[in-house]
């Protein structure tokens, strides 16, 4: 039992310590430049919708008012399926380029049909719920001046709503993410990019295959794998508000770690040695999925060896984090010795139901889309589960994740 104990301690610190040392170390000896210039190359801004007419006239106002040539800078939105008037707006508008899909087939495919429209150069990636600073764009562009670079992400920033500080919504996770992107661009590729705001070549951009759930992981892979470079350039912001909706975020949380599995399912080539950055891939994204089961593990191996007393202090240590978790997910309180292991175990409890959520939709990935999130007055009748005639197993892991969200108000943030 203690090989296994200190296996999986050893997995969980160097998923969330370890390898961001090993990238600082290699930062320190072997840090890769970009050549930065300002160019201003043909774009293309690309957005994918459904159902999105109450917000995409104030998205369509944000980049005409980006600080890039208008002659040199075509808007192209994929409506896909959009039955509220997305299209009508759409066709009122002949500023913006639309592509038009009659049903709703998801994110990727809506993609694939607004690629086949861009005539830029360079490929602008967006999701109409953010704001774009004036000169993201500008700075997103000014990378490309490298041959070497193939694509380039931004830097989401959070907020708290009615928060006139924008710093507030980031978290302790967010501010670990952020930095191992930092340290991996600084060292050759980033694995995967910011939905809200990054951009590519165009001739590099794969053909998505249907029902993607994260492209903005997939298509730099893709890049990274014809041998260019991926990089961090945190002077292209995009603002978010933090997500009012603990549950809300819960399920987007569970939906975006859902995709590094299906990653696998779509492209197997990621665990071979056809990836420039298996190495990173493995550290970054795949070993936080193993977190959530090597806790388990470290709790009843630890458990399993009670009668030594160094053992019996790791189980009474790991009770009080758990408790204080448990505290921060009740109360909602903002102090970091509640916070932050709230945080982490609604993190962890997401990755687990990943993994679930995956294998029960893994043929069918519109559904981690279309399922929406249970209204938390609702969560009585589904725990009784007087909604339908029987409580099946799928109720009962949406009661178990309106349970767990109801105190994930205070610990949005998380990053993919």
């Known amino acids: 039992m203690k090989w296994l104990f200190w296996i999986s301690v050893a997995a969980v610190a160097y998923a969330y310590v370890g390898y961001p040392l090993v990238l600082w170390v290699q930062a320190r000896l072997h840090s890769r430049h970009i050549a930065k210039s300002p160019i201003t190359p043909t774009i293309s801004i690309v957005i994918s919708v459904h159902n999105e007419a109450a917000r995409l006239p104030s998205k369509l106002r944000n980049l005409a008012a980006l600080d890039y040539p208008r002659e040199r800078c075509q808007v192209v939105v994929a409506s896909d399926g959009s039955t509220d008037g997305t299209n009508e707006l759409l066709a009122g508008n002949h500023s913006v380029r639309s592509a038009i899909c009659p049903v ?46 193939g694509c380039v992400s931004g830097e989401l920033m959070l907020r708290s709503p009615g928060s006139d500080n924008r710093e507030n919504g980031v978290s302790m996770y967010w501010r670990l993410e952020k930095l191992i992107r930092k340290l991996e661009a600084a060292t050759g590729s980033v694995v995967g990019a910011t939905g809200a705001i990054y951009a590519v070549r165009r001739s590099l951009v794969p053909v998505l295959p249907e029902g993607t759930l994260l492209d903005d992981v997939y298509i730099p892979l893709a890049v990274a ?77 630890s458990v399993a060896l009670w009668g030594n007393e160094f053992y019996r202090l790791v189980v009474a240590l790991q009770a009080i984090f758990y408790l204080l978790a448990i505290i921060g997910l009740w109360t909602q309180t903002s102090s970091c010795f509640t916070a932050v292991p709230a945080s982490f175990c609604l993190l962890n ?15 069918s990935p519109m559904l981690l889309w279309k399922k929406d999130a249970l209204s938390l007055d609702n969560s009585a009748e589904v725990l009784a589960g007087r909604d339908r005639p029987c409580l099946t197993a799928e109720r009962v892991e949406d009661a178990a994740a309106v349970c767990a969200a109801r105190g994930a ?5 998380e990053a993919r």
């Open 104 to 149: 709703n087939r998801g994110k990727a495919a809506a993609l694939n049909a607004a690629l086949a429209v861009a005539t830029g150069e360079i490929v602008v990636f967006t999701d109409v719920r953010q704001e774009i600073e004036i000169s993201a764009v500008r700075e997103l562009v000014a990378n490309f001046a490298d041959s070497t670079v």
């Open 225 to 301: 794998r014809q041998q260019y470079r991926v990089v961090f350039e945190p002077a292209a912001r995009a603002w978010d508000d933090a997500a009012a909706a603990g549950e809300q975020e819960f399920r987007r949380k569970v939906r975006t770690l859902a995709g590094n599995y299906q990653l696998l399912q779509i492209a197997p080539w990621l665990l071979s040695s056809s990836n420039r950055l298996r190495f990173r891939f493995l550290s970054h994204k795949l070993a936080r999925l193993a977190v959530p089961f090597l806790l388990v593990s470290i709790f009843l191996s």
């Open 349 to 363: 409890a997401a990755a687990a139901a990943a993994l679930f959520s995956f294998l029960r939709y893994r043929n």
């Open 409 to 413: 108000d205070r610990m949005t943030g």
